[in-house]
Structure formats: structure tokens, C-alpha cells
């Protein structure tokens, strides 16, 4: 290869550097080439989906991607939102992954970022005729936040209800709803945000689903409660219940939270995080012994080394030919 071949990776004002290649516009590019117009459609409007992706490094050495399928299945079938024509499979978009990944050669954790797009230069607002595109970057990732125990926060911010902007859609625009509570949070000293529903029920953390633990059983709010159809979510489900654990899937009250044995976020970024304090309250068992139960068999099942989860894993095989 080239000099010209050999791209350095990007950073974000200081923050982890951002793979030296991306996928855009149909081909791997060097990531300072993976750019957009500012008169692009998504840019003015967020008119893109998006997903967040994670490859972890297994007990072997070699990395695996996360739910590749799942995330890219939702990805198309949430592009039909946008009216959002994609060609390819997903399959096909988990290949361009893998090869993306060995080519960056990140020797760490990975978070994979795939967004579908309007990419026109239009000012119009409106979903259909407009063209669409791929892209894809990665970037190392460790623990988006601690996993030892956060301090939180009930936000004033109301979450943005399904017949406004469906938050199952994670639809690029309708994370200024996540950014407005999460900015308050942090400002105020907190690591992050609950959001309620219009009526006052519990939907989810800033960016990540949320249960709630009371004499053993844990319940997490329905997807009908403006909430976020989260992967992990689903997997931390069928964790907790191979675990023992009885899940139940209802309305919470506020209440609830302050009256919890535990509680705790789950998400792709977030992992398993056990929260420590809600509005200053205590949560009731500051051991967090089913959150952290849980926590250690997602990351058995994550790394490789609980067999019964193997399923979950996209191993990506190293090559020398980059």
C-alpha cells in the first residue's frame, strides 16, 4: 500500500481515535474522506437512523462482534420509518463490518456506528425522493459509564412520545430529547438521566433501557411506554432468567425507583450499570447483588466464555492482508 493508503486515525477533540477507515458512499474510504455537504438533508434535518455496535475482545484474544444480525436487521427495518431505500442485506452490511474491523485492527473494545442517511442537498422538508446512504466508523470504546455504581437523576425533560418521534426508530434528530436531559444531568453532578412518559411512568435513562429490582423480580417498562426496543435489553432478559430471575414487563411509577431494592441501565454504550442514587436517594441495596449478578454473566456471555451465549458472537478472524 501507499502512504496515501495508510490514513491516521481521527480523533474527537481529545477523545479515543476514531478508526482510520470508514465505509462511505459505497466503498472503504480513509475517515478524513467520509464527509457530508452541510447543505446534506440529515445534516439540516436528522433525517438518518443509526445503530451502536460493540466487538469485544474474547477470552482467547481474538475479537466477535456483539448481535451484528440484530443490529443491522433494526437498522433496515428501522430506515422504513425514514421511507429510506438501502441496498444490500443485512448480512451483507455485517461482512462490510467484519472487513471494516480488520482493516482497523483496533486492539482494544470497539463501538461500530452505522447510520443510513438522506444524503441529498435539500433544504426541503420531506422523506421521499430524497437519496440515501451507508455509512460506518469505529472507534475504541471502554465503559461508556461506570459500571461500579451512578448517581442520577429525574429529569424535567418529558420523553419524546411514539406520535411524535418514535424513539424505537433510534432516529438520528430525536436524540436532542436524550442531549437535553443528559446535559442537565451532568451539570447538575449527575452521571445521567431518567425520562417519564407524558403520564408521569418511567421510560428510560438518556440512552439506555432501565429495570428495576424489588424482592428479586425485575421489571422493566413495556415497549408501548416510549421506550427504546433495546438488543441488550432483550438479552439481559434472557439472562436474568436463565439466571433464575423472574422479569416482568409493566408500567413503573416514580415512585418505584425510590422504593427499588436496585436499579439498574442497561444498553449497548452502558453495558450493565447498577445505579448507586436517584435524586440523592439511596438506592435501597448499595451492594447491588442482582444487578452485579447479572452484570458478571452478561460479561461471561460477551467475552466468549459462556458457551450457551455463543450465538450472540460474530468472530472476526485476524488477517495480515490490510
Partial sequence: MTATEHPAAATDGGGPAIGAWAWFDGSVVPIGQAQVSIATHTFNYGTAVFEGIRAYRQADGSAAILFALEHYERLLRNARLLRANVAGSAQDLVQITVDLLRRNAHESDVYIRPLVYKSAHSIRV??????????????PLGDYLPTGGIRVTVSGWQRVSDNAIPARGKIAGS???????AEDAHVAGYDDAL?????????????????????????????????????????????????????????????????????????TGVQVAPIASIDDRPVGSPAFPVALDIQQRYFAAVRGTDARYAHWLTPIKETHDR
Avoid at 420531506?126 to 472507534?139: C, H, K
Avoid at 408501548?224 to 422479569?247: E, K, N, S
Fill in 126 to 139: 420531506q422523506l421521499s425522493g430524497l437519496e440515501d446512504r451507508v455509512a460506518i466508523f469505529t472507534m
Fill in 175 to 181: 436524540y436532542v430529547n436524550a442531549a437535553f436531559a
Fill in 195 to 267: 425520562l417519564l412518559t407524558a403520564d408521569g411512568h418511567l421510560a428510560e435513562a438518556s440512552a439506555a433501557n432501565v429495570f428495576v429490582v424489588t424482592d428479586g423480580e425485575l421489571t422493566t417498562p413495556p415497549l408501548t411506554d416510549d421506550v427504546l426496543g433495546g438488543i441488550t435489553r432483550r438479552a439481559i432478559i434472557q439472562v436474568a432468567r436463565d439466571a433464575g430471575y423472574p422479569v416482568v414487563e409493566r408500567r413503573i411509577d416514580r415512585s418505584e425507583l425510590y422504593l427499588a431494592d436496585e436499579v439498574f441501565l442497561t444498553g
